[in-house]
């Protein structure tokens, strides 16, 4: 099945410049995969804690089952949300 990403991110917006300008290194997100990174299902949201942040993107580490510990680049334009520095045991993704 094909789906066009750009239809499917028209009732799921990113997160603000603002908001993503206070993005800290320990805080958690939440983000869609790039089309470019061929997602089985582009709807499936992904978590992760905040390792790394830039002027254009963040660095996260993985926090789904299969996927802990790896790393990538995730842009302001894929984030969906954000928790501030929280644990992630507190979280049941």
């Keep these: ?10 009732d799921r917006l990113c997160i603000s410049l603002d908001a993503f300008m206070q993005i800290m ?4 997100i939440s983000y869609l995969l790039t089309p ?10 992904w978590h992760g804690r905040v390792e790394q942040v830039s002027a254009e993107a963040v660095m996260v580490s993985s926090l789904d089952e299969g996927y802990i510990g790896e790393q ?5 334009q894929e984030i969906i949300s954000v928790t ?9 993704w």
Excluded: I
Aim: avoid cysteine; hydrophobic fraction near 30%; charged fraction near 35%.
């Design 1 to 10: 099945m094909n789906w066009d990403h750009s239809l499917l991110r028209a």
């Design 25 to 28: 290194v320990g805080d958690l």
């Design 36 to 45: 470019s990174q061929q997602p089985t299902n582009p709807l499936r949201e």
């Design 72 to 76: 990538e680049m995730v842009r302001r």
């Design 84 to 92: 501030k520095g929280a644990d992630k045991r507190e979280h049941d």
